[in-house]
Nanobody, 124 residues
Framework: QVQLVESGGGLVQAGGSLRLSCAAS????????MAWFRQALGKEREFVSA????????DYADSVKGRFTISRDNAKNTVYLQMNSLKPDDTAVYYC?????????????????WGQGTQVTVSS
């Protein structure tokens, strides 16, 4: 089993920045693919970004490319999402997810373990 705990959410003005963190415990985090998803009120959950176990490969949704950066620190069992130039449309609950399969083989929605989420609100 893997447990994931997100933190770093909050209220920020449009154009501002936030950094989300996701701390993992349980199984061998360092070989797991990590990802971030988000779900806005009344909408389906959507993929945001993912990172391979080594950090050498990343994937981003078109809507966040150039503004968000995913990274990981395997020594701390933590994955980060740096969010810059935030927009009101980025308002959502952000979820951390992980899966033992390589990034190249995982469909964007098919992650095994999920955190509880952290709220990000961007005011205009």
């Amino acid at each position: 089993q893997v447990q994931l705990v997100e933190s770093g959410g909050g209220l920020v003005q449009a154009g501002g920045s936030l950094r989300l963190s996701c701390a993992a415990s349980g199984r061998t985090f360092s070989v797991y693919t990590m990802a971030w998803f988000r779900q806005a009120l009344g909408k389906e959950r959507e993929f945001v970004s993912a990172i391979s176990w080594s950090g050498g490969r990343t994937d981003y949704a078109d809507s966040v490319k150039g503004r968000f950066t995913i990274s990981r620190d395997n020594a701390k069992n933590t994955v980060y999402l740096q969010m810059n130039s935030l927009k009101p449309d980025d308002t959502a609950v952000y979820y951390c997810a992980t899966d033992p399969r390589p990034l190249s083989t995982i469909a964007r929605g098919a992650y095994t373990y999920w955190g509880q989420g952290t709220q990000v609100t961007v005011s205009s």
